[in-house]
């Protein structure tokens, strides 16, 4: 069965850190890029981040480059987000989400998650 689980979300004070993981079953981990996005109150889903299968390379929302790193442990199919210096308007449900073919490319996903809640609150 394939799953996309996400973990790792809460509740934190703007300045501080949060770390999501994603660990993926049921597919071919290898065969697909892993993108994070997150759904606002205000705006749309969008793509966070992404990181390729094929060499590791990551691309970054503009709202977000310089706080968040991307990363991917193939050895235990999971892909990590860690936040730093995290903003209220951070706060949203973030999901991982598989994109078929080795590379970040703007295509609609393949597999969602369930997301997860991060809020950013005083």
């Known amino acids: 069965q394939l799953q996309l689980v996400e973990s790792g979300g809460g509740l934190v004070q703007p300045g501080e850190s949060l770390t999501l993981s994603c660990v993926g079953s049921?597919?071919?981990?290898?065969?697909?890029?892993i993108g994070w996005f997150r759904q606002t109150p205000r705006k749309q889903r969008e793509r966070v981040s992404c990181?390729?299968?094929?060499?590791?390379?990551?691309l970054y929302d503009d709202s977000v480059k310089g706080r968040f790193t991307i990363s991917r442990d193939a050895a235990k199919n999971t892909v990590y987000l860690q936040m730093n210096s995290l903003k209220p308007e951070d706060t949203g449900v973030y999901y991982c989400?598989?994109?078929?073919?080795?590379?970040?490319?703007?295509?609609?996903?393949?597999?969602w998650g369930q997301g997860i809640q991060v809020t950013v609150a005083p």
């Open positions: 989400a598989a994109i078929e073919g080795y590379v970040c490319a703007n295509t609609e996903p393949d597999y």
């Open positions: 049921g597919f071919n981990w290898g065969y697909y890029a």
């Open positions: 990181i390729s299968s094929q060499d590791g390379s990551t």
